[in-house]
């Protein structure tokens, strides 16, 4: 089995930053993309970003300039950083990892169980 794991949510008054991190344990063999989507109260589920194995990057046009993704595939974590909070930001944010478990023949998705970011003054 695979485990995601994150850490990092916080209330944060606007303009502030959070760094989020999320690792990934158990029966892993390799970690295709990672990434990081989010749910609001009453919304759905939406991509923030997602990183590649090899680095490449992808935004949701609503966090671009102001969130970096990036990751440590020797360590199978992912983190965002997350500068100039608005309080639109506020929300449940997950961990997601495209994961290849040891002696599995395809990838499987998995998610972690989720960090609250409030952007409140």
């Known amino acids: 089995q695979v485990q995601l794991v994150e850490s990092g949510g916080d209330l944060v008054q606007p303009g502030g930053s959070l760094r989020l991190s999320c690792v990934a344990s158990?029966?892993?063999?390799?970690?295709?993309?990672m990434g990081w989507y989010r749910q609001a109260t009453g919304q759905q589920r939406e991509l923030v970003a997602t990183v590649t194995r090899g680095g490449s990057t992808n935004y949701a046009d609503s966090v671009k300039g102001r969130f970096t993704i990036s990751r440590d595939n020797a360590k199978a974590l992912v983190y965002l950083q997350m500068n100039n909070l608005k309080p639109e930001d506020t929300a449940v944010y997950y961990c997601?990892?495209?994961?290849?478990?040891?002696?599995?023949?395809?990838?499987?998705?998995?998610w972690g169980q989720g960090t609250q970011v409030t952007v409140s003054s």
């Open positions: 997601y990892a495209d994961v290849r478990q040891r002696g599995a023949a395809r990838d499987y998705d998995y």
């Open positions: 158990g029966s892993v063999f390799s970690i295709d993309v």
